[in-house]
């Protein structure tokens, strides 16, 4: 059983910055896309960044050109570079695979507020 756990959240304000990681159990996890997920009080559970195990990245309109999305897969880690954040970015942030294929993790909780 695969098992996330996310890290890295917290209080920022805005246009800060933050990175967030996701460390993963298991051998699989360089053969998987992996995403990053994000869900806000009331809202659901959106995709905003996802990358392939070679790399190729893609991102959702709303963090185009301020989020990046890294991966470690020696590391079985993958990362995302939050930048000129805005307090529309607030939730908690998940990673998990694209199809989603494990359980999810606690999340990390990213506030951007003054």
């Known amino acids: 059983q695969v098992q996330l756990v996310e890290s890295g959240g917290g209080l920022v304000q805005p246009g800060g910055s933050l990175r967030v990681s996701c460390a993963a159990s298991?051998?699989?996890?360089?053969?998987?896309?992996m995403g990053w997920y994000r869900q806000a009080p009331g809202k659901q559970r959106e995709l905003v960044a996802r990358?392939?195990?070679?790399?190729?990245?893609l991102y959702a309109d709303s963090v185009k050109g301020r989020f990046t999305i890294s991966r470690d897969n020696a590391k079985n880690t993958v990362y995302l570079q939050m930048n000129s954040l805005k307090p529309e970015d607030s939730a908690v942030y998940y990673c998990?695979?694209?199809?989603?294929?494990w359980g999810w993790g606690q999340g990390t909780q990213v506030t951007v507020s003054s």
């Open positions: 298991g051998s699989t996890f360089s053969f998987k896309i």
């Open positions: 990358i392939t195990h070679g790399g190729t990245t």
């Open positions: 998990n695979t694209l199809p989603i294929s």
